[in-house]
């Protein structure tokens, strides 16, 4: 028994270790991930100063020459009224539907499911029953055209008997 206990504490130290080694892991894992945007920052920290460097005169009048020729020209605002129509047109779409169909809104048959999946079959079925329909006829037709032979077969002998 003391020899269970005793190899369950090993496995519960083992286990910690590679806890604490994965949360190591985890941690410096993070710190290189830190590490990245900062070097991103300095770049960008280096850009913006060169883009400070240089003056922009916007809302500013100088009185000076030098800075005169700083000076951005007056923006003119861009035309909305095509953006506002085309969003306007789009916002009111046509009509879909006109008519109400009152099979639509109407609730389905319980049984609807089932008429829909032995819909194949019963084409089949029907396909079936005509060819029989058909054959049927057809025997009747050449059992009709037998007696109709009989029949004109003994007239024509009462008629020679008559004779």
Known sequence: MERNVGSLQEQALKRKERLKALRDKQLHGREEEDEEP??????LEE???ERHR????????PEDEQLKERQVPKAKPASVEDKVKDQLEAANPEPII????????????PDWDLKRDVAKKLEKLERR???????????????????LAAVVGAVGEEERDSD
Request: aromatic share 2%; proline share 2%.
């Open 98 to 109: 006109e008519e109400v169909d009152l099979a639509n809104l109407a609730p389905r048959k």
């Open 47 to 49: 850009t913006s100063e």
């Open 129 to 147: 029953t005509q060819r029989a329909i058909a054959e049927l006829i057809r025997d009747r037709l050449r059992g009709s055209e037998e007696e």
């Open 54 to 61: 240089e003056l922009k005169l916007r809302n500013y009048t």
């Open 38 to 43: 900062e070097r991103k920052k300095a770049s």
